[in-house]
């Protein structure tokens, strides 16, 4: 039997913890150097997550693995203590060695870089996103294209095509993996470069890094109609009448935004959601906000140009993640405006439910009752 993608997101936040607890140790041991204002990571490989996650078969044959490992610890432990029975002991380690169904070694471990674990000093910002996409357009676009489907004006003449940015690529890597290829580039088997290397900031990189997220969100929301990726809102500050200063300091609460454009009434306020009112300022809406690199960076997430913004509405869940957009001269929520889902089928008691509850509800219960997680490499985030 194998492991419920549950267990198997369980194992892996367990691993990721060992790894970064021995990385912490060997950094206040003073055993890696600092790389670009951050403890690098002294070895050549990590922990392949991405890998146990597609292959629950190998997480089970991991927990095994782990737990023999544990257990012939415990019989050395006994056998340097209980001498006469060390014969017997030995028998019951090689019975164990022989019956663990092992993991294929080689393939739980993946090369990285001395950057991997680098954390992003940015906290996804508009700000950040904005700056990004210019630095995009300066240094990338000619290569990656407009729409980061990689079919800028000098991809033809490249040795190899630029791969699209606006599938899972970015989400199977780890942010500290992306930060390291775009600063030194990157080069086929044989040494040959495919990606030049650049010779921008490190601020400059992690904040094409948002760009690049929110671009690949807003892309895939146009091509495949769901964020599969979950993306947080675009943080900026915001005057709200409850006194929060900043669209992340509204976590808790699931937020409602509002694009707001010509004239007509913003919202009508609902208990449910605290409601943002991006644009134009309007009465009686718990916040207020006027910003054009929010309304820039909301562009990107939702993939549309900024001029076509106004009408949209936004959801976010407690934690942050966006989950719900109406489109414009769509008045009415329906469940199908949940475009950030898990894959987790809605059970028929829900189905009942929900048919007997007003859209948004049945939006909010399913938010509420489904929480979607981010990846980075696998780990999750
Ligand atoms: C001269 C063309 C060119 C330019 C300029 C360029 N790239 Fe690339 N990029 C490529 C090619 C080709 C690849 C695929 C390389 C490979 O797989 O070996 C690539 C791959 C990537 C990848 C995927 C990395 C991975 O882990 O698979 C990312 C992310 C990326 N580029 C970001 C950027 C960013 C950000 C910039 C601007 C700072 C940029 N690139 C500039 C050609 C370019």
């Known amino acids: 039997m194998n492991l419920s993608p549950d267990a198997v997101n369980v194992l892996l936040w367990l691993l990721h913890q060992a790894q970064q607890t021995g990385w912490r140790w060997l950094h206040a041991l003073g055993l890696t150097q600092p790389l670009h204002g951050q403890p690098s990571w002294p070895f050549t490989h990590r922990l392949a997550a991405e890998y146990l996650l597609n292959e629950p078969g190998q997480s089970r044959r991991l927990v095994f693995a782990l737990a023999t490992l544990l257990l012939l610890s415990l019989l050395g432990g006994l056998a340097w203590r209980w001498r006469r029975g060390r014969g017997w002991l030995a028998g019951v380690a090689l019975g164990l060695l022989v019956l663990t169904p092992w993991p294929e070694w080689r393939l739980l471990l993946r090369p990285t870089v001395p950057t991997a674990f680098h954390q992003t000093p940015n906290g996804f910002s508009a700000s950040s996103i904005v700056r990004g996409q210019r630095a995009y357009q300066a240094h990338c676009q000619r290569c990656h294209g407009a729409d980061g489907r990689g079919e800028g004006p000098d991809a ?20 500290g993996e992306l930060f390291w290829t775009v600063r030194h580039g990157m080069q086929d088997r044989h ?3 495919t990606m030049p290397g650049s010779s921008l900031s490190d601020q400059q990189i992690w904040d094409l890094l948002d760009f690049l997220r929110a ?6 929301l146009r091509q495949t109609g769901s964020w599969m990726y979950p993306v947080p809102v675009p943080d900026v500050p915001i005057v709200c009448s409850n006194g929060s200063r900043s669209l992340s300091s509204q976590r808790g609460q699931r937020l409602r935004l509002v694009l707001t454009g010509g004239k007509g009434p913003v919202a009508s306020e609902d208990p449910r959601l605290s409601t943002v009112a991006v644009g134009r300022e309007a009465a009686d809406v718990d916040c207020h906000v006027d910003n054009e690199e929010l309304m820039q960076a909301l562009a990107l997430v939702v993939g549309v140009r900024p001029q076509e913004l106004p009408g949209h509405r936004l959801i976010a869940d407690k934690q942050g993640w966006l989950r719900v957009r109406g489109q414009p001269g769509d008045e009415q929520w329906s469940e199908d405006d949940l475009v950030c889902r898990t894959n987790a089928r809605p059970t028929d008691m829900a189905k009942a439910q929900a048919n007997s509850v007003d859209g948004l509800e049945a939006i909010i219960r399913r938010m509420d009752s489904e929480p979607v997680r981010s990846q980075r490499g696998g780990f999750p985030h």
């Open 191 to 193: 040494g040959q470069g």
């Open 156 to 175: 033809a003449q490249l040795p190899m095509w630029p791969p699209t940015l606006n599938g899972s690529l970015l989400w199977k890597r780890l942010d």
């Open 215 to 220: 671009q690949a969100a807003g892309q895939t």
